[in-house]
Structure formats: C-alpha cells, structure tokens
C-alpha cells in the first residue's frame, strides 16, 4: 500500500503521516509513506518514517514548471514506484501534482482512493485551480473518502459519486502535538483563549470580534489570535479589543504544541467549515472547544468534551464564551490520538474492501510482468 501526500505545509502531510502509521500497525499491510522532501514535518525534531520522499515545487513558479513538465517526469515516477507496485494507493490530501501520481499508479494497475477534506473552495484559501484539479483527480479514482457528512453530500451533488466511484466515510481523528510540560501551578490570570489557524474571512474573525465586544465590561479574558493571514478591517477590530492579542505570522508545526498549552479552550468561530484539523488537536490536546455550529463542525464535536457550539453570529458566540467562563477553567483527559488513528485506519479499510471494484485484468496483467523471466522460451515465475 501508498500513502502519499506532496504538500509542504499545513495539515495534509501530518495527516498521511498519521494515517501511514495507523495502517503499519495493521497485520499483512505493507505501506510505504510518499511526502514532499520539503514538508514542514520533514524538517522538524521528530520527522515521520517516510520511504518515498520526492521533490516537488517551493513556489507558485515551480509550481507552474512542474505542471508544464510532468509528462516528461512521469517515466521518472514509474521508475521510483516499480519496487513497491502497490495494489493500493491513498491520496491523503489531494494537492496541484496528484493527477501525475494518479496516471503513473494507473499505469502500475493500483486502485486508487482519495481523502477528501473540502469539496468546496473557502473564500481566499487555497490556490488557483485547486477545485478544478481536485475533481478531476476524483473522476480517476476507484474510491472517494469523505471526512464528513457535509462533504459527502457535496461530492454527491458534485456527481462526483457513482456506482463505480463509490464514498467511503471517515471521520477526522485527533492531531497529538508534544506540549510542553507544564510548570508546577499555572501563572495567575484570566481564562486563556485561543483563535489558531489561517486568518481568513471565512473563519469568522469579524464575529469573533464583535462578540468579545459585546461580553459584560467587567469580563476577564485572555484572547491569543495566532494565524497568518492578510491585513483586514476584522483583524484591526480585533486588536482594538481589551484582552486581545494578535498575531498575524506562519506557526511553525514547533510551536503548536506551546499554543495549546498556554490556551484552557479554543474557539473556532467559522462561518463556513468542512471540519477543522485545529478542532482535531484542541481534542487530542483535552482542550474544551467552543465553535459555530456549520458545515462538519457539529459532527466532528460530537463526541468532543465540554464542547460548546453556537450559532455563527455574533450574541450566540458571546453567549458561548460566557457559558465556558460560568465553567470551571480545567482541562480534559487528552484523548489517544494513537489509537484513535488505529480506529480510523481499520474503519478505512473496512469502506474500502466493500467500495472498490475488483481489479481489472489489465491491471492484474501489469503486475505480473515483474515477476516473469524468459526462460528456455517460456515465461516462468521464479
């Protein structure tokens, strides 16, 4: 089996790297990770066990380069693939250089199944065309994996599913980041909360600003937004408010860790969301969460500890943050990302074995020519 995911930063490689390692510890699977050589998780203290890391492109003009030469790198690809000869191959996070993966693993007869974490563009996020190639990637595989009910109903009205590309369900389990240890009695001062990821308009930020401006004047709260993001009117509003910290930077993976120790709860005030990877290490962290309740949020935090979900607007989102104040400021028990992520690889496999066509003959065909020798005349497996 491959997993492989090429981006260089954000969630996509640290989730194959979870789910690689989930799918090792299951009997009979042979699974070989493929990451960017340049990912971020690559370069950190404790990167992950990757059997394939490729070169892939460090900005939008090698991106370009890569796009207008990946006919000429497919023999390159096959060459890199013909030892491991997967029978399948999952696309943990579809990025711009997967459709060349894809071609060159239909060429070795592999099923192919893609994760798919949003059937939608958000406003400002991602890059151009990033939809356009994501479906088209869908249209060529044998399998789609939805990481909610929200985006399996997209990818349905997207005909994206069919009975020969059948959906597969898998939920969004925990990010574990290393905290660091924390010191005999926390420093005195107000609740902590914590704004982490991306700052784009669709994450809520000028709601969140109103609702803290709304909260009673004698309300004492700490607020840290952490992100990187361009300058907006949300983003002056929010640094006008009393308690309110901004930081407008890239977070290096290091850091997370340290944000979720210094926070006693994150909040997520989106307007629009498949699910959130920054929900999924607030949970593995014990942190309480406090959230809008759209797109795949209410599913993801369903099961999730002094969860608090509001309307997206901004007096349900006050009314949300006072009600975890009236809360006793402790921490959860962290949950077992490890054994959650074993929970989901099994799940995965499961969907997969009831999804998936068998495979076709040329394909059985393909992955037995390595294995022939011409002997005496006739073709005998050694």
Not at 129 to 147: H, I, K, S
Not at 164 to 171: D, F, M, N, V, W
Not at 207 to 220: D, F, G, N, R, W
Request: hydrophobic share 50%; aromatic share 4%; glycine share 8%.
């Amino acid at each position: 089996m491959l997993v492989w995911q090429w981006g260089r930063r954000g969630a996509g490689p640290r989730f194959a790297a979870c789910l690689a390692e989930a799918l090792r510890d299951r009997p009979g699977l042979a699974v070989t990770l493929s990451l960017c050589r340049d990912a971020e998780i690559m370069t950190g203290a404790d990167p992950p066990r990757c059997e394939m890391p490729v070169s892939t492109y460090r900005d939008m003009g090698s991106l370009l380069l890569r796009l207008a030469t990946a006919p000429f790198a497919l023999p390159f690809l096959l060459a890199r693939l013909w030892p491991i000869r997967p029978d399948l191959a999952i696309c943990a996070m579809p990025g711009p250089l997967d459709l060349l993966m894809a071609a060159a693993l239909r060429l070795l007869g592999a099923r192919l199944v893609v994760v798919v974490h949003e059937a939608e563009a958000h406003p400002g996020d991602g890059f151009p065309m990033q939809m356009a190639l994501q479906r088209a990637l869908c249209r060529r595989v044998d399998g789609l994996a939805a990481l909610s009910s929200h985006v399996a109903a997209q990818l349905r009205r997207q005909r994206l599913v069919s009975r020969r590309r059948r959906l597969i369900r898998l939920a969004h389990p925990p990010f574990a980041f290393t905290l660091p240890a924390t010191p005999a009695g926390r420093p005195a001062g107000p609740p902590r909360l914590l704004f982490f990821g991306r700052l784009l308009p669709y994450k809520g930020l000028d709601l969140l600003a109103e609702a803290i401006a709304a909260l009673p004047p004698e309300t004492a709260i700490a607020v840290r937004v952490v992100g990187h993001g361009p300058a907006c009117p949300a983003l002056a509003a929010l640094a006008a408010c009393r308690g309110v910290t901004v930081e407008n930077r890239w977070v290096p993976e290091s850091e997370i860790g340290s944000l979720l120790e210094w926070s006693n709860a994150v909040i997520l005030p989106y307007r629009e969301a498949s699910q959130s990877g920054v929900a999924a290490a607030a949970m593995a962290a014990g942190r309480p969460i406090i959230a809008t309740r759209v797109g795949g949020l209410r599913e993801q935090l369903s099961g999730a500890g002094q969860a608090v979900l509001c309307d997206p607007d901004p007096a349900s989102l006050a009314r949300g943050i006072m009600l975890w104040l009236e809360t006793p400021t402790q921490c959860l028990a962290r949950e077992d990302a490890g054994e959650a992520w074993r929970q989901a690889a099994a799940a995965l496999m499961l969907g997969i074995r009831a999804a998936l066509p068998a495979r076709p003959a040329a394909g059985r065909m393909m992955r037995k020519l390595p294995a022939l020798r011409l002997r005496g005349g006739r073709h005998r497996a050694p």
